[in-house]
């Protein structure tokens, strides 16, 4: 795995304009593509609807996997929004995200909308240690 995490400006485009769309709830995402590079998003509905935390319905993410592997891509990572705090995994996705660890490894990216303007900052999660990629638009 590399500490890099490689994304297309219209894929950090679509995954910023999702987040904001679902404001003051949080926003939730599939990122895919090929390689090491995100090139496609696919925005999940929040089954939670909450402004502070996200469920993925389990049917969009079936429907999701399916259209990843029919385009020869690769499920690549995974984004929420955090609407009032940093761009940082909280307590409780640290939690979730070690729990899942064996069935996806996959990068962790994380949109805040705290500030004017929006920042995206990307993270490995793994037996509750968080370690951060950084994220390059090419
Ligand atoms: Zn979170």
Not at 123 to 137: K, N, P, S, Y
């Amino acid at each position: 795995m590399g500490d890099r995490v490689k994304i297309a400006p219209r894929a950090m485009e679509e995954m910023v304009a999702h987040c904001r769309k679902e404001y003051p709830n949080e926003a939730c995402g599939y990122l895919a593509g090929r390689g090491e590079e995100v090139a496609q998003t696919y925005p999940i509905r929040n089954g939670a609807a909450s402004p502070t935390w996200y469920e993925m319905d389990p049917a969009e993410q079936l429907k999701a996997q399916r259209e990843i592997r029919q385009k020869g891509m690769e499920h690549l990572g995974v984004y929420h929004s955090h609407v009032a705090t940093e761009a940082y995994p909280s307590r409780r996705d640290i939690e979730r995200a070690t729990a899942v660890q064996d069935f996806f490894d996959g990068r962790y990216v994380l949109v805040t909308l705290k500030d004017a303007s929006p920042g995206a900052r990307a993270f490995t999660i793994r037996d509750g240690h968080v370690a951060e990629e950084e994220l390059v638009e090419t």
